[in-house]
């Protein structure tokens, strides 16, 4: 007998990831409704959901591919830290559609918190976890936070999510993201804002790789990011969207089709990539990576580029900047 996939349906969400559904897994399903739920459900049932992604996540299990669902209809709020430490823990956002590269309909937000361990709005060390379709924002202020979302784990596996911190803009040492990952697949992400301005001539990046900031012994290998965009309002020329110093990557980073924007109407960073002479590592970029209103992609000791030359035709300029 052959089945269709298609026709799999768990309270009423087809289970197919491709269609907006959820992926079929052996493990249970998790429902998370900030509006409607109440954390003295099981979230079992999308008729019963839990109301917090905090209680969601401490009903999951380690190791059993169970995944939590996020409802679109408002924003998931953290009141402190949420930190994943469980494996093979998996989250999704509905939608009506099959994701998006920005903008998506079930968002993960933090306010201004008065906890100094609230470093993150979430951190992640598990190992094989998976994030799909989520918004990551933080409005944090407080001296200790660093980015919307901290990641020190294990083959952590992004897909259409958009990391993005409007908070502590004149920084050198907050960013949108901070990746202390091993091994992580980034695909169809979005980090940074085009809206908000960075304050004054500050790195400000969207990407910070500074090892260990996360935790102890963390630091970013063999990373892979594809059709990725990366974007600032520059403060001034020192503005950057990936950050990193010389042994902040280990073996590779690649960077395949991803795309590096400046406004327009902000300043033109002097590079987007800005890291030291690598030492320890390679950046990679692939594809047609490009940078747009920036003076260079990079500039740094192994930052190896494998772009083809694009040359000006008749029909198709280039601009040279």
């Known amino acids: 007998m052959t089945t269709n996939l298609n ?7 087809r289970t197919v990831s491709s269609g907006g559904g959820l ?5 249970k399903y998790i429902f998370v409704d900030y509006t409607l739920g109440s954390d003295g459900n099981n979230g079992e049932s999308m008729s019963e959901p839990v109301k917090t992604v905090a209680q969601a996540y401490s009903l999951a299990r380690t190791n059993k591919d ?35 590269l920005y903008g998506q309909n079930a968002k993960i937000s933090m306010g201004v918190t008065t906890a100094v361990t609230d470093v993150f709005g979430i951190k992640d060390t598990g190992t094989r976890t998976s994030w799909n379709n989520i918004k990551f924002m933080s409005s944090n202020t407080l001296t200790e936070h660093v980015a919307t979302f901290g990641g020190g784990g294990e083959y ?12 502590k803009q004149a920084s050198d040492t907050h960013a949108d993201m901070v990746c202390n990952i091993d091994s992580p697949q980034f695909f169809n992400c979005t980090f940074g804002s085009l809206a908000l301005g960075v304050t004054g001539d500050k790195i400000r990046p969207a990407i910070l790789l500074t090892k260990a900031t996360v935790a102890a012994g963390k630091v970013t290998r063999d990373a892979y990011f594809d059709n990725c965009r990366f974007w600032k309002n520059a403060g001034g020329t020192t503005t950057a969207m990936i950050k990193g110093a010389a042994t902040d990557i ?72």
Do not use: W
Not at 157 to 166: D, G, L, Q, V
Not at 268 to 286: E, F, R, S
């Open 7 to 13: 026709d799999l349906y768990v309270d009423g969400v």
């Open 23 to 27: 992926p079929t897994t052996s493990g």
């Open 66 to 100: 169970d995944i939590i669902v996020l409802m679109g209809n408002a924003e998931h709020v953290l009141t402190s830290m949420l930190d994943v430490s469980k494996s093979r823990v998996h989250f999704i956002g509905l939608d009506g559609s099959s994701g998006r």
């Open 156 to 167: 952590t596996k992004f897909n259409m999510c958009e990391f993005y911190a409007s908070g």
């Open 250 to 321: 280990e073996r590779f980073m690649e960077l395949h089709d991803c795309q590096f924007v400046a406004n327009v109407l902000g300043n033109v960073p002097a590079v987007a990539i800005d890291v030291a002479n690598l030492t320890v590592g390679q950046i990679l970029l692939t594809g047609d990576t490009a940078a747009f209103e920036c003076t260079k992609l990079a500039t740094a000791t192994n930052v190896i580029s494998g772009l083809n030359t694009k040359v000006a035709t008749a029909t198709i300029g280039i601009q040279a900047t």
